[in-house]
Every structure is written in structure tokens, then in C-alpha cells.
């Protein structure tokens, strides 16, 4: 049974940082790509970055140069590093990951961390 979970979410000032981790635990094999998105009030889930079990990195145009994904893998954990705050940054934060567990694999997401960007 693989779960992730994320945390760090909260409130943020604008022009400020957060930092978001996603830890997997269960039985995992291995872990290939991992990925944050992001769903705001009124809106569909939209993509926020993802990196590759090689290090490859993609951003949203939106956070590119602001946020920040990175992975350690020797602790499954993802992370998410945000700065430069912007209101519209608020929502609520997933993490998805592509997962080998017992001989399948299968793309597992968190349960959400909300983020809310507000002086």
C-alpha cells in the first residue's frame, strides 16, 4: 500500500517563501517521476513542475524561476521549494508520483496541502 502525504502548505505573504515535502512510504520498488500541481477556487488542476528520476526538470511558465521542485531519493521525498510569492499561487497543492510496487507501476497522488498567498 503506497501513500504520499504531503505538508508545509499554510499561508504565505506575497513576495515570501514556502516550502512544500511529499514523502512516499509502502512498498515501493522504485520511484520514476515525480510531480507537484496545483488546483485554485474555480479552476482545473493544472501542472506546477515535475522532475525525472534522472534529475530532469519542467516547470509551468508561471513558476518558472520562482519555484523550485528537487527530489532525495534515498528518503522518497519530494519537494517543492517556493519563492516570490504571488497571490495567485493560492491553491491547493498535489503530488504525484509514478511508482514500481509490487511489479506494477502505478501513478499515486497525495491528498493536498492548501497554500495561500495573502498579506
Known amino acids: 500500500h503506497v501513500q504520499l502525504v504531503e505538508s508545509g502548505g499554510g499561508l504565505g505573504q506575497p513576495g515570501g517563501s514556502l516550502r512544500l515535502s511529499c514523502p512516499s512510504s509502502?512498498?515501493?520498488?522504485?520511484?520514476?517521476?515525480l510531480g507537484w500541481y496545483r488546483r485554485a477556487p474555480g479552476e482545473q488542476r493544472e501542472l506546477v513542475a515535475t522532475i525525472t528520476s534522472g534529475g530532469f526538470t519542467n516547470y509551468a511558465p508561471s513558476v518558472k524561476g520562482r519555484f523550485t521542485i528537487s527530489r532525495d531519493n534515498a528518503k522518497n521525498t519530494m519537494y517543492l521549494h517556493m519563492n516570490s510569492l504571488k497571490p495567485e499561487d493560492t491553491a491547493v497543492y498535489y503530488c504525484?508520483?509514478?511508482?514500481?510496487?509490487?511489479?506494477?507501476?502505478?501513478?499515486?497522488w497525495g491528498q493536498g496541502t492548501q497554500v495561500t498567498v495573502s498579506s
Open positions: 504525484n508520483a509514478d511508482i514500481l510496487a509490487n511489479i506494477t507501476i502505478s501513478t499515486y
Open positions: 509502502g512498498s515501493i520498488g522504485s520511484i520514476g517521476t
